[in-house]
């Protein structure tokens, strides 16, 4: 009984790997096909996200905080009177209050 379980079980996975190999090489042959897509100047527009039929925006820039080094989208960066980008206004005010060389109160 244990001996017909055993053959079962290795003929399903002789039948999956099968099935599995035929689904890739499949795939590979209409990849193969298919010819890739051109890099022509009027595929480049739509490429960068400039397209308006499709709908998407291009990529917004990634900022770096002068204080603690936080990376954060252009949007929500505070920015700093030398013309720095922050966090928050408190690392703005940090930074920007910040005695400059050594201090004369001695």
Known sequence: MMGKFTVWIV????AWLG????????????SAASPPPAESDSARPQAQG???AAGESPPEPIL???HCG???????????ARG????????R?????????PSSSR
Request: hydrophobic share 40%; net charge positive.
């Open 84 to 91: 720095a980008s922050y966090c928050s206004t408190a690392h």
């Open 50 to 52: 400039t397209d308006a």
């Open 64 to 66: 770096s905080c002068a």
């Open 93 to 101: 005010d940090l930074t920007e209050q910040a005695p400059r060389g």
């Open 19 to 30: 099935w599995t190999l035929w689904r890739i090489g499949r795939r590979r042959a209409e």
């Open 11 to 14: 003929l399903a996975g002789v």
């Open 70 to 80: 936080l990376y954060l989208p252009a949007r929500d960066a505070v920015a700093g």
